[in-house]
Each structure stands twice: as structure tokens, then as C-alpha cells.
């Protein structure tokens, strides 16, 4: 478990400090601890992180409303799926620092359980829905406002809703003259509610990137931006 110290510095990075602290250790407890955990008295946070999406996307929603009320309703749906992506949730948990005070099992702690983008994704929701229980609605939206809002931002940008990474990914290949990509589901966790996609993009005989989303569509963007990415280096 973290140290109390350690939880103080999380709690500075996240700009809110916890009036029940066994909130924010519960927002921390992966699945993979509680099933280590013989005596069935470790809860993990995969209720946490049903709210927390359902407060994220609430609070998202009404910024994105009161930001760019001359947008279209399909131009604010794209704005906020980017937002609301596990991308997005994972570089946010990243730069917090989540993965650092993760409580995970042995297991998942040996096969990079802290960086991976699903985990840290998950755990970011799980600490959404801590602060709202913990404080209410007003300090998840002030956390949530601070954290998005250089993506929001991001949004003003007349190249925002160009084209997007699959469609990049086609040309630039084309380009090099390789095989056009492929999309192959590699595998699906968790429960039906909260379900992840990993998605492998294949070009040849090769799998140049794997993309992790909710949605086949958002694993394979996330698979194409990261091949992208790949082609760069």
C-alpha cells in the first residue's frame, strides 16, 4: 500500500486533497491486487471507474456545450471522443504520475502493469469518480477543466478535424509504397460494460503497431496514430 507520504504528493499533483483517504487508495487497487488477496477484503476499482466515466463524460459535455456553441453536435462528438480516449485518459494519468502509486498484483506489477495505457486509463476514471464522492461534482469538474484544458483548446485549431490518423496511415504508406494496412482484433478484456479492444495494424507481413480503445474504431485510430508514430523514428 502507498505510504502516507506518497499519497500527499499525489494528492498536491492532483490539486485536491481527500477528506476519506481510502477513497482515493480504492481508486488506486487494480482487480490483480483484490484477486491476490486471500481474505476477499481488498476491493478493486472497477466500480470506480464505471462512474467515473459517466462523470468524466458529463462534465466533458457541458464544457464542450458552453465552449463552442456554434459547432456542429458531430464536430463536439469528435471533440469529446478524443477527450474522453483512453489515449487521452492515459497520457493525463501519465502526467499525474498515477502509475507510480497503482496498487497492482504481483503479476501485473511483473509484466509492466504501471505503463501500460489500459490500466493507467482506467485508473484515471477510478480517481474521477473518487473526487466526486469524496467532494461532489464541482471539484471533479475544477480537476477535469485543468487537466483538458489544453485539449480543449486544441479544439479552437482550424487543422483540428482534418483528416484522421487511419487515413494519414494510408497515404504515408502509399507513399512509401508499401501494402495498404490491415485492422485485426487481437484480443478483447474485461467486462462487458467496460470491454478494451486491442486491435493489431498489419502491413505485409508485419504488425507495426497495436492500438488499445473501448471501441474497435477508437483501438484502431490509436493503432494507426502509433504506427504513424513508428514510421517516424
Do not use: W
Not at 509492466?112 to 490500466?119: F, M, N, Q
Not at 480537476?143 to 486544441?154: Q, S, V, W
Amino acid at each position: 500500500m502507498p505510504l502516507p507520504q506518497e499519497l500527499d504528493a499525489l494528492e498536491a499533483r492532483l490539486g485536491y486533497r481527500f477528506r476519506d483517504r481510502g477513497l482515493l487508495e480504492h481508486a488506486l487497487t487494480h482487480k490483480s491486487k483484490a484477486h491476490e488477496d486471500p481474505s476477499g477484503g481488498v476491493s478493486d476499482n472497477e466500480s470506480l471507474e464505471f462512474l467515473g466515466d459517466a462523470v468524466l463524460g458529463l462534465v466533458v459535455s457541458e464544457a464542450l456545450f458552453r465552449a463552442f456553441p456554434t459547432y456542429s453536435e458531430g464536430q463536439k462528438s469528435k471533440i469529446k471522443a478524443n477527450l474522453v480516449s483512453t489515449a487521452c485518459l492515459a497520457e493525463m494519468a501519465d502526467q499525474l504520475g498515477l502509475g507510480d502509486h497503482m496498487i497492482l498484483g504481483r503479476g501485473e506489477e511483473k509484466t509492466g502493469g504501471r505503463r501500460k495505457h489500459a490500466l493507467l486509463a482506467d485508473t484515471c476514471e477510478a480517481l474521477i469518480a473518487a473526487i466526486y464522492l469524496d467532494g461532489g461534482l464541482e471539484p471533479s469538474r475544477n480537476f477535469l477543466m485543468r487537466e483538458l484544458a489544453h485539449g480543449i483548446e486544441d479544439a479552437r485549431q482550424p487543422e483540428y478535424f482534418g483528416r484522421d490518423h487511419k487515413s494519414r496511415l494510408q497515404e504515408r504508406l502509399q507513399g512509401l509504397g508499401r501494402p495498404l494496412p490491415s485492422y485485426r482484433v487481437a484480443g478483447e478484456a474485461g467486462p462487458d460494460h467496460r470491454k478494451m479492444f486491442h486491435v493489431h495494424v498489419v502491413v505485409g507481413d508485419e504488425v507495426l503497431a497495436e492500438g488499445i480503445g473501448r471501441t474497435k474504431k477508437e483501438a484502431e485510430q490509436e493503432g494507426a496514430r502509433l504506427a504513424l508514430v513508428t514510421l517516424d523514428q
